[in-house]
C-alpha cells in the first residue's frame, strides 16, 4: 500500500526565496506532523495536525515558517524568505488516529538547501 | 525540559554479534519509549514500543528493555547482519503526540 509521500525530494534555493514542502499522508490517517532533521541529529517537531486543525505549532522555528492541511489530507509546510540555516531534510509523519503512543509513519523527507 | 540522550559515536560490531544501543532519558517519567530505524536518505520507520510498566519486549531478533529505576531503555540486536547497519533513533511522547527524538546511535556490522 502507498505509505507517506513527500515532494520534491530535493530543493536548492537562493536565500529570500520561499519554498512549499509537500505532504501526502496514508489516506485516512487523521494526525499530520511535520519535523525537522539537521545533519547527524534527530527530528525535531514543527507543528501537528489533527485533520484540518493545526493544534501545535511550538517549533516552528520563526513566522516565516507556516504549514496548512486544508482539508485533513494533504499537507504544505512553507518558508518564506529562506536563510541558510533553514537547510535541513523536512519530514512529515501520519498516524491513524490520536491515541497516545500510536505508531507514527514517515515519509522520505525533502532535503532542503539554501544557498 | 523532557531530554533524550543516546550515544553519539557510532557503533562498530562484527557480524553475528549482539548490538547494543543505549538511550537514557532525563527530567521527566515517559509512558513508553519507541525505537526507529532510520536509513540514508530516508525517513524513520518504527521498530519497537515499549511501555513503562513493561520491562521487555521482544520481535524477532530485536529486543528492548526499559529500566525506570536507571531510566533507561536498550535496545539490542542478536545475530547482527550488514543488512542491520543503520541509523537507530529512540523517541518518546512529548506533548500533543508529537515525538521527543534522540539524535541517534549509528550501527555498522561488518562482514
Known amino acids: 500500500g502507498a505509505g507517506v509521500s513527500q515532494s520534491p525530494r530535493y530543493k536548492v534555493a537562493k536565500r529570500g526565496q520561499d519554498v512549499a514542502l509537500r505532504c501526502d499522508p496514508i489516506s485516512g490517517h487523521v494526525s499530520l506532523f511535520w519535523y525537522q532533521q539537521a545533519l547527524g541529529q534527530g527530528p525535531e517537531f514543527l507543528t501537528y495536525?489533527?485533520?484540518?486543525?493545526?493544534?501545535?505549532k511550538s517549533g516552528l522555528p520563526s513566522d516565516r515558517f507556516f504549514a496548512e492541511r486544508p482539508e485533513g489530507s494533504v499537507s504544505t509546510l512553507k518558508i518564506q524568505r529562506t536563510q541558510q540555516e533553514d537547510s535541513a531534510v523536512y519530514l512529515c509523519?501520519?498516524?491513524?488516529?490520536?491515541?497516545?503512543?500510536?505508531?507514527?509513519?514517515f515519509g522520505p523527507g525533502t532535503r532542503l538547501l539554501v544557498l | 525540559s523532557q531530554k533524550i540522550e543516546q550515544n553519539s559515536e557510532a557503533l562498530n560490531i562484527q557480524e553475528g554479534k549482539t548490538a547494543t544501543l543505549t538511550c537514557n532519558y532525563t527530567n521527566y517519567s515517559p509512558a513508553y519509549l519507541q525505537w526507529y530505524r532510520q536509513d540514508p536518505g530516508r525517513g524513520p520507520v518504527f521498530l519497537l514500543l515499549i511501555r513503562e510498566n513493561e520491562k521487555e519486549k521482544r520481535k524477532e531478533r530485536l529486543k528492548v528493555t526499559f529500566d525506570t529505576t536507571l531510566k533507561q531503555s536498550l535496545f539490542h540486536i542478536t545475530a547482527s547482519q550488514p543488512a542491520d547497519s543503520a541509523t537507530y533513533l529512540c523517541a518518546t511522547r512529548g506533548s500533543s503526540y508529537k515525538l521527543i527524538f534522540g539524535s541517534g546511535t549509528r550501527l555498522l556490522v561488518r562482514p
Open positions: 509523519a501520519s498516524s491513524l488516529r490520536r491515541e497516545t503512543g500510536e505508531t507514527q509513519y
Open positions: 495536525f489533527q485533520n484540518e486543525a493545526q493544534l501545535d
